[in-house]
């Protein structure tokens, strides 16, 4: 069975950085897209950014300009690398793999921004 282990996140000041890791346990190129998405309490779960097999990407309008993800099929890898944070990108992230026969959720990392 699949997994995926998310990593890097934390406690970071507004205007910080963080680089968050999603490590697939089997291989990437197997789904169609790769994504992050992020949820706080009360909420439903959002989209910040995916990635297709082909390399198309898509990001929320919120996190434009500010975040990039990229993948690294090799490594098996899905990088969300995240500038200029700020306190409304508090949430926790997660990994999400998509297949035409599968949709799969990492355990999520906390992003905390804050002073």
């Known amino acids: 069975q699949v997994q995926l282990v998310e990593s890097g996140g934390g406690l970071v000041q507004p205007g910080g950085s963080l680089r968050l890791s999603c490590v697939v346990s089997?291989?990437?190129?197997?789904?169609?897209?790769m994504g992050w998405y992020r949820q706080t309490p009360g909420k439903d779960r959002e989209l910040v950014a995916r990635?297709?097999?082909?390399?198309?990407?898509n990001y929320a309008d919120s996190v434009k300009g500010r975040f990039t993800i990229s993948r690294d099929n090799p490594e098996n890898t899905v990088i969300l690398t995240m500038n200029s944070l700020k306190p409304e990108d508090t949430a926790v992230y997660y990994c999400n793999a998509q297949s035409f026969v599968s949709n799969i959720w990492g355990q999520g990392t906390q992003v905390t921004v804050s002073s």
């Open positions: 990635i297709s097999k082909g390399g198309n990407t």
């Open positions: 089997g291989s990437i190129i197997s789904f169609n897209s």
